[in-house]
């Protein structure tokens, strides 16, 4: 019997080579912390991640010349407008991928996410051609009305690319995730610079982050039509009416779900920008460079997370994966955020030009937000995976509840401290799901601790 049963074969000769043995090391390090399989899918979706970040972040002190804080506060509009609708394009039908019972039900989904994205974007357009200026006025941003039509652009994109890219983690696919965020990055840091050197602002800053954000989805298609022919080809509207009943919770639950969490997210955004323009475009420039950690190992393991979970559900083991993604989290994550909110007051003048000083102040207040984001949201799915989509909605409504109402408060007390409001109410909403996310996987408070 091998002294080592977990490693091949070939895994053994390796630790016989005297010039491998440092590689071999921090292999199995890596696959203590996390296991084996996690770790190469983990590490496939952050190779794309750390291209994607990198790419935008390395173009954003060119940007943030390019571009005013007025052009980031419409930006910030463009993008919780989109954000919002986004997070109902499929009607949550792209959640339910992953976790279908087989891959017909799967493919039917992803079938029926697709045209009901389409109509949603469709709608979108006819209200934009109807009544463009009626909506800015109502966002609060009149300057925006000549933009709009990117709304519906955005909103299709961006459901179409959710859909696929679930597709794509059920067939754990994640070398294709992976290269759609380094093109997606890549197109949208080209537009951006382009588009802001010929002083189209800012339409430039807008088309680049839609791109940014939804670009990769031609690239996942052509992937799912060239090796999933068979199980596509089986899709029929018979079919599509049975896994629209079959999966209605998603829809019935998830969707509001989403949605308000979104609102919860985005509307106090867009109060912030109403009231006060510059605050708002300063406060997603912080946001946008504390989520390079955050996307950088939290999406990634969020996506594997999903793909295995229901296996891991059936197999009476969800507490333990739970709690080994939780830790893995905490381990990976905390350095680099709380890195950020040291350096970032004062490198953010220096990086992004004088007027941004304001922003790094912001990213130094976000940390203990963002640190209770990042070890929540990825184990989320949770709720899905033992059916409590019911709690999620009244959790979800409960965080937009306390945001909206701290930013609105806020708002009606003078503005000044509204940002203050907004980190303050979602750091508490985020502790909440965490604590609720655990008693969802079963896990116990002494199995934490220990």
């Given at each position: 019997?091998?002294l080592?049963?977990?490693?091949?074969?070939?895994?053994?000769l390796?630790?016989?080579?005297p010039?491998?043995?440092?590689?071999?090391?921090?292999?199995?390090?890596?696959?203590r912390?996390?296991?084996?399989?996690?770790?190469?899918d983990?590490?496939?979706?952050?190779?794309?991640?750390?291209?994607?970040?990198?790419?935008?972040?390395?173009?954003m002190?060119?940007?943030t010349?390019?571009?005013?804080?007025?052009?980031?506060?419409?930006?910030a509009v463009?993008?919780?407008?989109?954000?919002?609708?986004?997070?109902?394009a499929?009607?949550?039908?792209?959640?339910?991928?992953?976790?279908?019972?087989?891959?017909?039900?799967?493919?039917h989904?992803?079938?029926?996410a697709?045209?009901?994205?389409?109509?949603?974007?469709?709608?979108?357009?006819?209200a934009?051609?109807?009544?463009a200026e009626?909506?800015?006025g109502?966002?609060?941003?009149?300057?925006?009305?000549p933009?709009?039509?990117?709304?519906?652009?955005?909103?299709f994109?961006?459901?179409?690319?959710?859909?696929?890219?679930?597709?794509?983690t059920?067939a754990?696919?994640?070398?294709?995730?992976?290269?759609?965020?380094?093109?997606?990055?890549?197109?949208?840091?080209?537009?951006?610079?382009?588009?802001?050197?010929a002083?189209?602002?800012p339409?430039?800053l807008?088309?680049?982050?839609?791109?940014?954000?939804?670009?990769?989805?031609?690239?996942?298609?052509?992937d799912?039509?060239?090796?999933?022919?068979?199980?596509?080809?089986?899709?029929?509207c018979?079919?599509?009416?049975?896994?629209?009943?079959?999966?209605r919770?998603?829809?019935?639950?998830?969707?509001?779900?989403a949605?308000?969490?979104m609102a919860?997210?985005?509307?106090?955004?867009?109060?912030?920008?109403?009231?006060?323009?510059?605050?708002a475009?300063?406060?997603l420039l912080?946001?946008?460079?504390?989520?390079?950690?955050?996307?950088?190992?939290?999406?990634?393991?969020?996506?594997?997370?999903?793909s295995?979970?229901?296996?891991?559900?059936?197999?009476?083991?969800?507490?333990?994966?739970?709690?080994?993604?939780?830790?893995?989290?905490?381990?990976?994550?905390?350095?680099?955020?709380?890195?950020?909110?040291?350096?970032?007051?004062?490198?953010?003048?220096?990086?992004?030009?004088?007027?941004?000083?304001?922003?790094?102040?912001?990213?130094?207040?976000?940390?203990?937000?963002?640190?209770?984001q990042?070890i929540?949201?990825?184990v989320?799915?949770v709720?899905?995976?033992?059916?409590?989509?019911?709690?999620?909605?009244?959790?979800?409504?409960?965080?937009?509840?306390?945001?909206?109402?701290?930013?609105?408060i806020?708002?009606?007390?003078?503005?000044?401290l509204?940002?203050?409001?907004?980190?303050?109410?979602s750091?508490?909403?985020?502790?909440?799901?965490?604590?609720?996310?655990?008693?969802?996987?079963?896990?116990?408070?002494?199995?934490?601790?220990?």
């Amino acid at each position: 019997m091998p002294l080592h049963p977990h490693l091949s074969q070939e895994a053994l000769l390796d630790q016989r080579r005297p010039g491998r043995r440092l590689g071999m090391t921090l292999q199995a390090r890596l696959a203590r912390l996390t296991g084996n399989d996690m770790v190469r899918d983990v590490l496939r979706l952050v190779t794309g991640t750390v291209g994607g970040r990198v790419i935008t972040l390395a173009a954003m002190p060119f940007v943030t010349r390019l571009y005013s804080p007025q052009d980031f506060a419409l930006l910030a509009v463009y993008l919780g407008t989109v954000t919002m609708i986004s997070a109902i394009a499929c009607l949550r039908f792209d959640v339910a991928i992953p976790v279908a019972g087989d891959d017909s039900d799967a493919a039917h989904l992803l079938v029926l996410a697709l045209l009901i994205a389409i109509g949603t974007a469709l709608l979108g357009l006819i209200a934009v051609l109807l009544a463009a200026e009626r909506i800015a006025g109502l966002l609060g941003q009149p300057a925006l009305a000549p933009w709009l039509w990117l709304v519906p652009l955005g909103v299709f994109l961006s459901g179409s690319y959710s859909a696929l890219q679930f597709w794509a983690t059920r067939a754990r696919r994640f070398g294709s995730i992976a290269m759609t965020r380094i093109t997606q990055a890549a197109a949208g840091v080209s537009t951006m610079l382009a588009l802001g050197w010929a002083g189209v602002a800012p339409l430039g800053l807008m088309l680049g982050n839609l791109l940014n954000a939804s670009a990769g989805g031609f690239r996942l298609g052509i992937d799912a039509l060239r090796e999933d022919r068979t199980a596509l080809a089986g899709v029929s509207c018979r079919g599509l009416v049975k896994a629209f009943a079959a999966y209605r919770r998603f829809p019935l639950y998830s969707a509001p779900e989403a949605l308000v969490n979104m609102a919860g997210a985005q509307v106090p955004i867009l109060i912030i920008a109403a009231f006060s323009p510059s605050e708002a475009g300063f406060l997603l420039l912080a946001q946008q460079v504390m989520a390079a950690p955050m996307k950088l190992l939290g999406s990634s393991i969020s996506q594997v997370y999903v793909s295995r979970a229901p296996e891991e559900f059936r197999a009476g083991r969800l507490a333990d994966f739970t709690l080994s993604t939780m830790r893995k989290l905490v381990v990976l994550g905390m350095g680099p955020l709380i890195l950020a909110g040291v350096l970032a007051p004062i490198l953010f003048p220096i990086v992004f030009g004088a007027e941004w000083s304001r922003a790094g102040e912001i990213v130094a207040w976000m940390v203990p937000w963002m640190a209770l984001q990042f070890i929540s949201s990825p184990v989320s799915l949770v709720m899905y995976v033992v059916g409590r989509q019911r709690a999620m909605l009244v959790l979800t409504l409960f965080g937009a509840i306390v945001r909206i109402g701290a930013v609105s408060i806020a708002a009606q007390s003078g503005g000044g401290l509204m940002i203050g409001a907004m980190i303050g109410a979602s750091a508490i909403f985020y502790g909440v799901c965490l604590v609720i996310f655990i008693i969802s996987s079963r896990l116990k408070l002494l199995n934490i601790i220990n």
